[in-house]
């Protein structure tokens, strides 16, 4: 199957500072990538649609100054926390479409494996 | 209400019992429907897209009821290596919605 990679999968940062977050798409283009958090013992929610070459589409409640997203290529969606607190520590997970893949799985989500973020 | 809906859970069963997995979603524009397994801190990995006909995979068995709006998974002869968050995943338009999951621990 298609791969997503993520990096770094895991970063422990200080209060404030920023931190960015790679999703590559390493065998297929990406076109539209997503970008998700996960709070422990919860289920996957979605954060913003990011978009190659156009602004990323932000779900309602997130703030897209403090997450922001950079669609700069077919292959890569970059996810930077900017001035990240503790409340931001979580699970971040990006996945992306195959839009090449048509029939049954065209609607398979392709995910990374995460980037586990702690805001000390 | 949540557009997607699951057991709560956690199931604790005994290895070789038969566990089924219970979705329910509230949108009747939902297009496409999907079982994921999720490990403990690692990322969703497909388990099966789900068909009204009905589909299986080895000793996974998936169903859709759209006038019902429910969806299933059966796992039968459970294995050690079942033991996961099972989660309901529906499309509708461009959006993904993911049911908060089922964690199954299967005892030896």
């Known amino acids: 199957g298609a791969v997503v990679s993520q990096h770094p999968s895991w970063v422990i940062c200080k209060s404030g500072t920023s931190v960015k977050i790679e999703c590559r798409s390493l065998d297929f283009q990406a076109t539209t990538m997503f970008w998700y958090r996960q709070f422990p013992k919860q289920s996957l929610m979605l954060m913003a649609t990011s978009n190659e070459g156009s602004k990323a589409t932000y779900e309602q409640g997130v703030e897209k100054d403090k997450f922001l997203i950079n669609h700069a290529s077919l292959t890569l969606s970059t996810l930077t926390v900017t001035s990240a607190h503790p409340e931001d520590s979580s699970f971040y997970i990006c996945?992306?479409?195959?839009?090449?893949?048509?029939?049954?799985?065209?609607?398979?989500?392709?995910f990374g494996p995460g980037t586990r973020l702690t805001v000390l | 209400r949540k557009e997607v809906e699951q057991d709560p859970g956690p199931f604790n069963v005994p290895e070789g019992a038969t566990v089924a997995f219970n979705c329910t979603y509230s949108n009747s524009a939902s297009q496409s429907f999907f079982w994921y397994r999720q490990d403990c801190r690692k990322e969703p990995k497909l388990l099966m897209s789900?068909?009204?006909s009905g589909n299986e995979d080895g000793r996974f068995t998936a169903q859709l009821n759209r006038a019902s709006q429910y969806i299933s998974l059966l796992i039968r002869d459970s294995k050690l290596s079942d033991s996961a968050t099972y989660l309901c995943v529906v499309t509708r338009d461009d959006k993904i919605i993911f049911g908060k999951g089922t964690r199954l621990h299967i005892l030896p």
């Open positions: 996945s992306a479409r195959d839009f090449s893949r048509r029939g049954g799985s065209y609607n398979e989500q392709f």
């Open positions: 789900v068909y009204s």
